[in-house]
């Protein structure tokens, strides 16, 4: 069974830079799509970038191109989220979620979820 557990969420002034580590326990091959996702307050999830090695695919939604960057270092079973020049509409819950296979970064098609890390950034 596939877990995650994320971190580094936290309170940054608008500008500023986060990394989000997402800890896996279990088989997590490059067949796997990972991803991070963000539900802020009212809203729906949000697939904001997801990786797949083995099709060679790496997704962003338009509002984090050129601030985000997702990676992964599969010896300590991480994925990161480095997020720069936040901004306070980036505010939301982050999830670190996969799916087995290749999958659209899409929150309903993936089959394991994180509980989330809270990221808040101010004006």
């Known amino acids: 069974q596939l877990q995650f557990v994320e971190s580094g969420g936290g309170l940054v002034k608008h500008g500023g830079s986060l990394r989000l580590p997402c800890a896996a326990t279990g088989n997590t091959s490059d067949s796997y799509t990972i991803g991070w996702f963000r539900q802020a307050p009212g809203k729906e999830h949000e697939g904001v970038s997801c990786i797949n090695p083995s099709v060679g695919i790496t997704y962003y939604t338009n509002s984090v191109k050129g601030r985000f960057t997702i990676s992964r270092d599969n010896a300590k079973s991480t994925v990161y989220l480095q997020m720069n020049s936040l901004k306070p509409e980036d505010t939301a819950v982050y999830y670190c979620?996969?799916?087995?296979?290749?999958?659209?970064?899409?929150?309903?098609?993936?089959?394991?979820w994180g509980k989330g890390t809270l990221v808040t950034v101010s004006s």
């Open positions: 979620a996969a799916a087995s296979s290749f999958k659209l970064c899409v929150w309903s098609h993936m089959n394991y």
